[in-house]
Every structure is written in C-alpha cells, then in structure tokens.
C-alpha cells in the first residue's frame, strides 16, 4: 500500500501529472521537458525527482543528456500508465504540451533530414570513418545467410550499403529511406553494382507503405541511434515479417562521443544489448544471437531476432 501511496501523492501536483502525461509517448531530456512545459529547469528537475523516487519516473544519463521516461514495469498496469490513463487527452494543458512536444520533434525531424540532405553525396565516405565497414558487411552475411527465394526490406537504407551486402543473395529486396537525396545517390548505387533485384521506396519506416508479413529479412543498419523511438521502428519491421522471417539491427554500442549529437544528428549515444533485447520482446521478437565487434574507433552491435513461425499475419 505505501508504494501506491507514494505514487499516488507524487502524482498529485498539476505539472507533475503534465509531465507523466507528455512522457506517455516516450523519453524526453530534462531541457525538452523545460521547453514544453515552459518552466524553469530547477522546477523541472525537482519534479522529475520526485516522480523518480516515487518509483513513476525512470531516468538514464547518456552522456550530458539526462533522459526521463515513465517506468513501465508492469506494462499498461504500471502505476505510472494507469495515472497517465486518467487523464483526458483532450484536457486543454495536455493538449498544449503534446502540440509542443510535436514541434520540438518535427524541428529535430527536420534537422536530421536537412543533414541526411547536406552530406548525402559523401555518405558512403563518412560510414567508414569509424567503423571498418568491411568487417560489419562480413558479420551482417554471416548472421544472415539469405537464399534466392527470399525477400529483403532494409529500412533507412541510405545510399543503399545493406542492399550491396545481402541484395545479391536474394530474390528481390527493397530499400526504404525518407531522403530523397540518401536516394539519389541509392539509386545510382544500385545501378552501378548492377543490383537489378533491388528497388528503393521514398518512406517515413515508422508508417511503411508495404504489405505487411511479407519479407523474409528485415535489416535496420546504423538507423535507430537517429530515432527518437527506436522501439516503434521495430514494430514497424515486426509487422512486416513473415512468420519465422528475421530482423537484423546493426547500431553503435554504449559509447561517450558526444559531438556525434551536435555534429551528426545523432540522438543516442549507442545502445546497450538489454535495452535492444528488451524492445525486440516487446515486439514477441525473439533475439537469437548477438555480436560485438569493435571495427574501428565505435563498437557496433548485431543483434538477430525472429519472429515466430506460427505468428498471425
Ligand atoms: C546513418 S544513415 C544509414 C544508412 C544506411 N543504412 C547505412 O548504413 O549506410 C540513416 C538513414 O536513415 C534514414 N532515416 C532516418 N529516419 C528515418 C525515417 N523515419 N524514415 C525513413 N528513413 C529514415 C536517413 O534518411 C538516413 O538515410
């Protein structure tokens, strides 16, 4: 009963209930709850320390950025959920604050998009800068031995790197990116390597415009660190596997470069297998191996998932 008290009375303060609510849709840092909430940051952060010690809030740090999200153990039973449950969602407060969590996310949309625009022609130079591309290429065959008959979908394919490394395997592949210019240069790419199996989609990969339970393999390579919710591209790649196909996320380990923000439009700093493993649970993925290499001045993580073989489409 304390426990439910505690959170009950952490809970019972109008800015207190604006943030769980705002953190219903994932995790925020402590300056993007200061911009929508539009208070002070020691006001923020004295609230989100309540919520954290009542047990509604859970907080990571990554680098200099401190994330806060709703801890959800116990799923759509947590006590956190269930308060943030109570609230109506057309209440005028949460309304306003959803509205400005949207700008903040279409402005880094935006941003990630406009760099994605600007080093396009030069993508397939910078990907190996920290990374011995050669090396992932040969764990990425490895992990995931493809046959002719089978369909590829690789989203945020880029300049297309994993339709080089796996389109040649199999019977058809599609890659999936929002840039129009990481296409272009895509485009061309497959052209040269002679990849006539391959054909690529103008898409946002959190809403594909692809039938669902219809591909064999599903990569997102180096993809997730860019996302504001990693986990809701991975339902979206869940959705469109076939029952028994297989996932392969290729991303950054946990690493401390924190310029890859600022410079590179990355939002996290790598990620850790439990964190990853976790999501492809939550997904009904199940993660069958997972493979570290450090092939450059970056760890990269391979984690491979499947979905199950008697899964409803
Ligand atoms: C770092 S690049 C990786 C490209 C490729 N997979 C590679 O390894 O070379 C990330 C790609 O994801 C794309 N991307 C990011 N968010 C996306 C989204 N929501 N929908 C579609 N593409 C997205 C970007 O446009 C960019 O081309």
Redesign the pocket.
């Known amino acids: 009963m304390d426990l439910v008290l505690n959170a009950l009375r952490a809970a019972a303060d109008p800015t207190r209930l604006r943030i769980l609510a705002v953190l219903e849709s994932g995790e925020l840092t402590v300056s993007e709850l200061v911009a929508i909430l539009g208070q002070s940051q020691p006001r923020i952060s004295r609230h989100l320390k309540i919520l954290v010690d009542a047990g509604l809030l859970a907080r990571f740090r990554e680098g200099s950025w401190v994330f806060h999200r709703l801890n959800s153990e116990g799923g759509n039973l947590s006590p956190a959920r269930r308060i943030v449950a109570m609230i109506p969602k057309d209440d005028s407060l949460r309304a306003q604050d959803t509205g400005r969590l949207k700008e903040i996310e279409v402005g880094r ?1 935006r941003a ?2 406009a760099y ?1 625009a600007k080093y ?1 022609p030069e ?2 130079r910078l ?1 190996q800068l920290d990374v011995d591309e050669e090396a992932v290429a040969n764990a990425v065959r490895e992990m995931m031995p493809l046959v002719k008959t089978q369909r590829l979908l ?9 339709l080089q490394v796996l389109g040649p395997d199999v019977g058809e592949a599609f890659g ?4 129009h210019e ?1 296409l272009a240069v895509a485009r061309a790419n497959l052209k040269h390597w002679g990849l006539e199996n391959c054909q690529l989609r103008q ?4 809403s594909l415009p692809l039938p669902y339970g219809t591909f064999d393999a599903v ?5 997730l ?3 504001e919710r990693p986990w809701a ?1 991975l339902e979206e790649a869940q959705r469109m596997l076939s029952p028994g196909g297989r996932l392969l996320v ?1 991303d950054l380990a946990p690493h401390d470069q924190e310029e890859l923000r600022e410079k590179h439009a990355h939002r996290r700093l790598g990620f850790t297998d439990e964190e990853v493993r976790e999501w492809l649970a939550d997904q009904g993925l199940t993660c069958e191996t997972i493979r570290h290499l450090k092939p450059g001045a970056l760890g990269v993580t391979l984690w491979v998932a499947r979905r199950n073989a008697q899964a409803a489409i």
């Not at 898409?203 to 959190?206: C, F």
């Open positions: 949309a990630a998009e994605f396009a993508w397939d990907r690789d989203l945020g394919t880029g300049t297309g790197r994993m999936v990116d929002r840039s990481m898409a946002d990969i959190l990569v997102l390579h180096q993809v660190h860019f996302l591209a290729v």
